[in-house]
């Protein structure tokens, strides 16, 4: 059974950091492409950051160029997305995903071409 627990989120200030982890099992993880969405009240879940099996490609969402980062341990079976100079437009329930990647190299944008999710975890910038 493949379970991806989210885990790291909370209230923060704005301009403050947060690490999200995400802790994969059952699954071959380094055949997974992963991602990092997220979802606020009345929107649609969105991209924020992807990275590839191996981890040498990653995507991110402009608004979060420069301040977040994707990166995974393979090792370990988890994928991190740390979260620096948090706004309040970041407030929302981050979920991470996974897809599987016959061949390896590339990242994942679209939400419907992944395979598994995490429960969500909140974030809550607060200004």
């Known amino acids: 059974q493949v379970q991806l627990v989210e885990s790291g989120g909370g209230v923060v200030q704005a301009g403050g950091s947060l690490r999200l982890s995400c802790a994969a099992s059952g699954l071959s993880f380094s055949r997974y492409a992963m991602g990092w969405f997220l979802q606020s009240a009345g929107n649609e879940r969105e991209i924020v950051a992807a990275?590839?099996?191996?981890?040498?490609?990653?995507h991110y969402v402009d608004s979060v160029k420069g301040r977040f980062a994707i990166s995974r341990d393979n090792a370990k079976n988890t994928v991190y997305l740390q979260m620096n100079s948090l706004k309040p437009e970041d407030t929302a329930v981050y979920y991470c995903?996974?897809?599987?990647?016959?061949?390896?190299?590339?990242?994942?944008?679209?939400?419907?071409?992944?395979?598994?999710w995490g429960q969500g975890t909140q974030v809550t910038v607060s200004s």
């Open positions: 995903a996974a897809d599987f990647q016959l061949g390896g190299g590339t990242t994942v944008i679209g939400p419907a071409a992944y395979d598994y």
């Open positions: 990275i590839s099996c191996s981890g040498s490609s990653t």
